[in-house]
């Protein structure tokens, strides 16, 4: 693997900013909200900083689910900041509680200390190449004593049955692009040690499981068909890029079609959701 690289750029994620997957983002937004949400208290905050707010599918979900809060969205990426501008505006709860902006998270412009009294992030550090930078910033514009919810990927718990060799070496160089992109597909297991560098206090981080077999078909089918949509988003940059080829990619449907079928699939996957104060 490549040297990480320090800056950011639109190229530099995984997944790209098509439509289909636009639309992708929505959709696990939505699936993964009980799960995500399940121990988020904002009911306190008023001014929340949501960092990497992509296309707008967590603000959405936090505008609903707290209508104290007046939200401002970063992205560095015009595209998706346009995308969210459409969404947020067709959404009448958000009429006047929201503002984007396209912004580097390593660098914000905010000027002044304590602008926000919140901030969440949700799988954005997974695509940044200095995450202890970004949380360094973040505190930097938050007031004493204010929160800040982080919730990102730990890869390396992925797991399915039947056994699907293809998948798992496909998974590896998915993980492999992504960390040669800037990125961590591993984060989540460092968010701990990430916020204790930068100063954070009151640190805590809990893991989330999904671990779905025989006894609930069908959110296991659900999972399972959204896993696979998640695993193809990243097909074309893999081609391109020449970490897979055409002939792994077509086992991969194969044995996931077979994981689909099997009476007896497992799907397991942990990720890691951390709370921590500004002093």
Known sequence: ??????????????????TE????????????????????????VTNLLEVGCGVGAQSEI?????????????DYSDKQIEQAQNFLSSVPYAKDRFKLMQENAMDMSFTSQAEFD????????????????????????????????ITEVLNS?????PYSPSV?????????????????PFVGGKLGNLLQSV????????????H???????????MIAYWTELLLSGLPQLLEAGYVDAELADKVKEEMHVVAKSPNAVFFYTFIQAKAFTA
């Not at 798992?168 to 961590?184: E, H, P, S, V």
């Not at 100063?199 to 989330?208: F, H, L, V």
């Not at 779905?212 to 659900?222: G, I, M």
Request: charge should be neutral.
């Open 212 to 222: 779905l077999d025989s006894r609930n078909p069908a959110k296991r089918a659900e």
């Open 62 to 74: 936090l505008l609903r689910r707290f209508p104290n809060i007046f939200l401002t969205g970063i």
């Open 118 to 149: 919140g901030a969440f992030l949700c799988w954005v550090l997974e695509h940044i190449p200095d995450p202890a930078r970004v949380l360094s910033e973040v505190r930097r514009v938050l007031k004493p004593g204010s929160p800040i919810v």
């Open 157 to 161: 718990s992925f797991f399915v049955e």
């Open 21 to 44: 997957e636009q639309q992708r983002l929505y959709k696990q937004a939505r699936f993964m909200e009980n799960k995500i949400y399940s121990d988020i208290d904002l009911s306190t």
């Open 168 to 184: 798992l070496q496909y998974w590896l160089r998915f993980n492999d692009l992504q960390y040669d992109m800037g990125g961590d």
């Open 199 to 210: 100063g954070y206090q009151r640190i805590t981080t809990e893991p989330k499981t999904f």
């Open 1 to 18: 693997m490549t040297d990480k690289p320090h800056e950011l750029s639109e190229e530099k994620y995984l997944h790209g900013y098509s």
